[in-house]
């Protein structure tokens, strides 16, 4: 079966988003997960602020990492239960995770913080 450009775009940032967010957070681990030239992964992460996905790079540059600081309007449990098939639309293997990545707990804060 045939997909659009529009589909694939979209899945493959949902799906890259997704990689960062389960740890797969560097340019090379994308490349290595789903075979993508440097370019498109690049590329594709540079996208995702068209999605309003919020993604940062975390220095050092050669050993940094990207991290998904807000998903928007994205629903990464949707992603999750239809992993199956977004990989099997971008033509990509599908390995499944045991289950959705979970969103970190937001720092204490001075009131909050446990006392010593």
Same mark, same amino acid.
């Given at each position: 079966?045939?997909?659009?450009?529009?589909?694939?775009?979209?899945?493959?940032?949902?799906?890259?988003?997704?990689?960062?967010?389960?740890?797969?957070?560097?340019?090379?681990?994308?490349?290595?997960?789903?075979?993508?030239?440097?370019?498109?992964?690049?590329?594709?992460?540079?996208?995702?602020?068209?999605?309003?996905?919020?993604?940062?790079?975390?220095?050092?540059?050669?050993? *940094? $990492?990207?991290?998904?600081?807000?998903?928007? %309007?994205?629903?990464? #449990?949707?992603?999750?239960?239809?992993? =199956?098939?977004?990989?099997?639309?971008? *033509? $990509?293997?599908?390995?499944?995770?045991?289950? %959705?990545?979970?969103? #970190?707990?937001?720092?204490?804060?001075? =009131?909050?913080?446990?006392?010593?």
């Amino acid at each position: 079966m045939h997909y659009s450009k529009t589909k694939t775009s979209f899945y493959r940032r949902l799906y890259v988003a997704y990689l960062i967010d389960s740890g797969v957070n560097s340019v090379p681990a994308i490349m290595a997960k789903t075979g993508m030239p440097r370019r498109t992964a690049q590329d594709t992460i540079k996208a995702l602020a068209e999605l309003d996905i919020k993604c940062h790079f975390n220095l050092p540059k050669k050993s *940094g $990492y990207y991290e998904i600081l807000d998903w928007g %309007a994205m629903n990464k #449990e949707w992603i999750h239960e239809h992993l =199956e098939r977004i990989c099997s639309i971008l *033509g $990509y293997q599908y390995e499944p995770f045991e289950k %959705a990545p979970e969103a #970190e707990a937001p720092e204490a804060t001075p =009131e909050e913080a446990p006392s010593e």
